[in-house]
């Protein structure tokens, strides 16, 4: 029984890459579009900041971001996403800084391979395609409003 669960499992797992190939052989990315942006930083946070350089206290920063919803269209071979990405520094339960922002994606020539696997390809390529907008969102904001933020990592 365990042998036909590998196998089955084996199959439905080559069935996955072989509709991920599929979909990366023939997709074109049309569009990234940032569809609405939130930002706000209380006038506590300069303060705890300026505490935290000299070492007292410390400022938690944290951000995430994803796949909201995906939009496909078998007829036209079209398929769009949602992405909605966030960044916060914290003090505590107190929120000091806080960046939102939401980014359209579209893509044309997607093969019919499944809601799944276009789903699978949307959440893992769509955040690729929208994380340097918001990453480059950040770091112009920090600058405008002098909140010293540091550089947001690379995704991996």
Same mark, same amino acid.
């Given at each position: 029984? +365990?042998?036909?669960?590998? =196998?089955?499992?084996?199959?439905?797992?080559?069935?996955? $890459?072989?509709?991920?190939?599929? @979909?990366?052989?023939?997709?074109?990315? %049309?569009?990234?579009?940032?569809?609405?942006?939130? /930002? *706000? &930083?209380?006038?506590?946070?300069?303060?705890?900041?300026?505490?935290?350089? =000299?070492?007292?206290?410390?400022? @938690?920063?944290?951000?995430?971001?994803?796949?909201?919803? #995906?939009?496909?269209?078998?007829?036209?071979? %079209?398929? +769009?996403?949602? @992405?909605?990405?966030?960044?916060? #520094?914290?003090? !505590? =339960? +107190?929120?000091?800084?806080? $960046?939102?922002?939401?980014?359209? @994606?579209?893509?044309?020539?997607?093969?019919? #391979?499944?809601?799944?696997?276009?789903?699978?390809?949307?959440?893992?390529? !769509?955040? /690729?395609?929208?994380?340097?907008? /918001?990453?480059?969102?950040?770091?112009?904001? *920090?600058?405008?409003?002098?909140?010293?933020?540091? $550089?947001?990592? &690379?995704?991996?």
């Amino acid at each position: 029984m +365990s042998d036909e669960l590998s =196998k089955n499992g084996s199959a439905e797992k080559a069935a996955a $890459v072989a509709a991920y190939d599929k @979909i990366v052989e023939s997709v074109e990315l %049309v569009d990234v579009r940032m569809m609405d942006v939130k /930002f *706000s &930083v209380k006038p506590k946070y300069y303060s705890a900041l300026e505490a935290e350089r =000299k070492g007292k206290g410390q400022l @938690i920063r944290g951000y995430d971001g994803g796949v909201v919803n #995906v939009t496909y269209d078998a007829e036209l071979l %079209v398929a +769009s996403a949602r @992405i909605d990405w966030h960044t916060e #520094v914290t003090k !505590g =339960k +107190s929120k000091l800084l806080n $960046v939102e922002a939401t980014y359209y @994606i579209m893509y044309r020539h997607v093969p019919d #391979v499944g809601e799944t696997h276009i789903n699978a390809y949307l959440s893992k390529v !769509g955040r /690729f395609a929208t994380y340097p907008y /918001f990453r480059g969102l950040v770091a112009h904001l *920090s600058w405008e409003s002098s909140a010293d933020l540091p $550089v947001m990592p &690379v995704l991996k």
